[in-house]
């Protein structure tokens, strides 16, 4: 073992007197070898943004898989709070112009452990906010390559986060649970059994960052999240994503032809509420997170529901039924609603956005897009 190398561990650990995360102590630590190095791992102080950081210092943030749908909006909401150099978008894929513009981007494999490690060093990042992954239904055509890219990826992710103490976010998802689930609502700790490679990366993912947080103190965060309705991003081979296509179908063809049967209820969200859900959670003090994994929701609908929303402000909606047989499958195994009582408990977590608001705001924004676009809308 170097010498000096030394863990900040809670003095709870020893003594069960406080708070987890509120106190610590360093101690000598044995060599282990989770990839390449000994790792520094620390618990985190309730009122730091990171560890070894004035309580006053933004966070350093990377965002991993960042041109996906969630991170650039992610982004956007982080770099208002905590400035625009001090969040850096990374993916492998090369970004539009106005993400360029917008601030800090930079390539990023997760499976390059090496180069990854070398960001985190020399940006001295001290949140990582981890992306990267393969979508249900796409995971489902290329096991092998979801399974490199959601498992080894993650195990990449969660090495570098011991080795560097940083305080890591990973979402996961409706897809983590299965037909043997509770459907609902589906709570937070229950029989989970996914049958999809999504659902079973994340399911490891949950318990892995869990355990390393229980035995190493790494400072691991993870929402389930619903099905997310954006309009920035197009769908990305997500067994949800006929809840964004219907909006932009109905402003385009005024027709939409839907995968999923008429009648199939699964929880969805606005954007704008997983976006300010994450940033949050991230911002929670750790003395107050009775888990490291919560369900998070906001409503619940079926195909049918939302094109009657949609009809309220477009008549000429038609909707025909599909079904496809992967995703209906995939879509009958999940919950019908999600328990996210801890989370409104814990932390406070309310959302904004119900059916009619989603409805009201996506038709809106998809004709901005549509009409900025130089496109015509029915």
Same mark, same amino acid.
């Given at each position: 073992m170097p010498p000096g190398f030394q863990v900040c561990v809670p003095t709870a650990a020893f003594l069960g007197l406080f708070c987890r995360g509120c106190l610590s102590r360093t101690q000598s630590w044995p060599s282990r070898s989770f990839s390449s190095a000994p790792k520094q791992m620390s618990r985190w102080n309730s009122q730091e943004s990171s560890n070894s950081q004035n309580p006053q210092e933004s966070p350093r943030v990377l965002i991993t898989g960042g041109l996906g749908q969630l991170g650039v909006g992610l982004a956007q909401m982080l770099r208002k709070q905590y400035g625009r150099e001090n969040v850096i978008l990374s993916d492998i894929k090369k970004p539009p112009p106005h993400v360029v513009a917008s601030g800090p981007f930079v390539y990023a494999d997760v499976l390059d452990y090496k180069h990854l490690r070398e960001l985190i060093v020399?940006? +001295? $990042?001290? #949140?990582? =906010?981890?992306? %990267?992954?393969l979508l249900s239904a796409v995971g489902e055509a290329n096991v092998a390559l979801a399974r490199k890219i959601n498992i080894t990826g993650l195990h990449n992710v969660?090495?570098?986060?011991?080795?560097?103490c940083l305080r890591l976010?990973?979402?996961s998802t409706i897809g983590a649970f299965g037909p043997s689930s509770p459907r609902d609502p589906a709570p937070d700790l229950c029989v989970q059994r996914? +049958?999809? $490679? @999504? &659902?079973? %990366?994340?399911?490891?993912?949950e318990l892995m960052g869990e355990y390393l947080h229980h035995k190493y103190g790494l400072d691991f965060r993870c929402l389930r999240y619903p &099905?997310? $309705?954006?309009?920035?991003?197009?769908?990305? &081979?997500?067994?949800?994503? @006929?809840? =964004? *296509?219907i909006f932009h179908d109905a402003l385009n063809t005024g027709h939409h032809e839907c995968y999923l049967r008429p009648d199939t209820r699964l929880p969805m969200m606005h954007i704008s509420d997983c976006h300010r859900a994450t940033v949050e959670f991230? *911002?929670?003090?750790e003395c107050q997170l009775s888990l490291r994994t919560y369900n998070i929701a906001a409503m619940s609908f079926t195909p049918e529901e939302v094109a009657q929303e949609i009809r309220k402000h477009l008549p000429h909606l038609t909707v025909t039924y599909n079904p496809d047989s992967v995703r209906q499958t995939i879509a009958d %195994? #999940?919950?019908? +609603?999600?328990?996210?009582?801890?989370? +409104?408990?814990? #932390?406070?977590w309310a959302p904004a956005f119900g059916i009619e608001e989603l409805v009201s705001d996506m038709l809106r924004s998809v004709r901005d897009k549509r009409t900025n676009e130089g496109f015509s809308v029915s």
């Open positions: 020399n940006n +001295r $990042i001290t #949140w990582l =906010v981890h992306y %990267s992954a969660l090495d570098l986060a011991l080795e560097n976010f990973v979402p996914p +049958r999809t $490679i @999504y &659902g079973v %990366s994340k399911v490891h993912g &099905g997310v $309705i954006s309009v920035n991003t197009p769908p990305g &081979g997500g067994t949800t994503d @006929y809840a =964004v *296509q991230m *911002q929670t003090p %195994s #999940w919950p019908v +609603r999600f328990d996210d009582s801890n989370a +409104r408990r814990d #932390w406070g």
